[in-house]
């Protein structure tokens, strides 16, 4: 190898070269991973800290280092499962999960069904029906909220989970719809067409083909409407009032009202169990979520 090749490739991993004359190559792989764990540690500091503080006693909360050292305790995690009011940790858990398994159910099960509709059915005002349900989701939730407690009050549904439930089965997010209706359009006609030969109606077709060939797209929706209704606080605020039907996010601000002293090792505790499950769902699905999104952005 001669002089001049020796320095071109030397230089190479700096990306210049005698001729070339440029400075350091800022989109060499070495920089890119540099700023991807520098941003991914700015992100992961918060959440470490969190579980590092709920292994510390209240008094060495305001300690900035990750690891709990000497003040090292499960004493926050024995105080949140007791809960508050009387009422164990495993209650609330119990009540998120009820709320949130049922509204993955009605949500992926709607929204299937009518994004069906409006991908693989010609009917009367049907692109028409399909911008008005896009415009909706523009509109507040808490535009719609004091007719919805109206309404519901009237049912008598109040400190029920009705509320945050019942809607989920009628195709009330038009973002889930969106999503399987762009998937739902990629999938060839001819299928239809041939399953219709066999003597195929919709349903079937929607049962037997639509939905096997769907699993990503619906995996996404799924995940998304579990993480959404896991984490919501709102609703739940709104339409529950007792202890006892306390959904997670409910729980853990009654930790801080529970007593003149906020509870910070037992509320960050109880945060860190609450993590648990969205994390688990995370893990197990990331290949279909992945899948779906990446499907169903660049098809439609």
């Not at 500091?45 to 709990?68: E, G, K, T």
């Not at 709320?99 to 069906?116: D, E, H, K, L, R």
């Not at 407690?149 to 989920?168: A, C, D, H, Q, S």
């Amino acid at each position: 190898m001669t002089l001049r090749d020796s320095l071109i490739a030397s230089s190479a991993w700096y990306g210049k070269s005698p001729e070339a004359g440029k400075g350091v190559n800022l989109a060499h792989p070495f920089f890119k991973h540099l700023v991807l764990i520098g941003l991914a540690s700015v992100m992961f500091y918060p959440l470490a800290w969190m579980v590092s503080a709920s292994l510390r006693p209240d008094v060495a909360i305001n300690n900035y280092s990750l690891w709990p050292g000497r003040d090292f305790t499960v004493e926050n995690y024995v105080r949140a499962w007791q809960g508050v009011g009387g009422i164990g940790f495993a209650k609330f858990f119990l009540n998120s999960l009820i709320v949130a398994v049922a509204t993955v159910i009605g949500n992926v099960v709607s929204c299937a069904m009518a994004a069906y509709a409006f991908a693989r059915i010609n009917f009367a005002f049907r692109q028409t029906l399909f911008a008005v349900m896009l415009i909706t989701l523009m509109i507040p939730y808490h535009a719609v909220l004091i007719p919805q407690y109206l309404m519901f009050r009237e049912f008598g549904w109040l400190n029920t989970f009705l509320p945050l439930v019942i809607p989920k089965l009628l195709a009330t997010d038009a973002f889930f719809i969106f999503l399987l209706t762009q998937f739902f359009r990629s999938i060839p006609r001819e299928i239809d067409e041939a399953a219709r030969i066999d003597g195929a109606g919709h349903v079937r077709i929607f049962c037997a083909i639509i939905l096997p060939l769907s699993v990503p797209a619906l995996a996404t929706a799924a995940i998304f409407s579990f993480i959404h209704s896991w984490n919501d606080f709102f609703a739940p605020l709104v339409y529950l009032t007792r202890t006892a039907n306390f959904t997670l996010p409910l729980a853990l601000r009654a930790i801080g009202d529970a007593s003149a002293e906020s509870a910070f090792g037992a509320l960050f505790a109880m945060s860190v169990l609450s993590l648990l499950p969205v994390i688990g769902v995370f893990i197990a699905f990331q290949r279909l979520l992945v899948e779906g999104i990446a499907t169903t952005g660049l098809k439609g």
